[in-house]
């Protein structure tokens, strides 16, 4: 995920990457093992209704956060 913000192939946030699920654009989700579970089930529910996408639960919302360059811990990335 080092690629200038015109080159991006991922976004941040669970409406854009609900979006992407949804669409079925979405390659693979990451998201933060440390995130509320009620969270983690919406996202798992939506993931497992668009049919196979790769996730990713080795960060914590931290470690995505550092990843994606931002200042406030991200609950999930999602990749397309």
């Known amino acids: 995920m080092s690629e200038g913000p015109e080159e991006r192939s991922w976004v941040i946030g669970v409406n854009q990457s609900l979006k992407l699920i949804r ?3 979405a390659k693979r989700v ?4 440390d995130v ?3 969270f983690a089930t919406k996202v798992m529910n939506e993931v497992k209704r668009a049919g196979v996408i790769e ?3 080795r960060f914590t919302s ?3 956060a550092e990843k ?3 200042d406030v811990p991200t609950a999930i990335i ?3």
């Open 78 to 80: 999602t990749e397309f």
């Open 23 to 25: 669409s079925g654009k």
């Open 62 to 64: 931290h470690q995505l």
């Open 36 to 38: 509320d579970v009620m």
């Open 68 to 70: 994606a360059g931002v």
């Open 55 to 57: 996730i990713d639960t």
């Open 30 to 33: 990451i998201l933060a093992k």
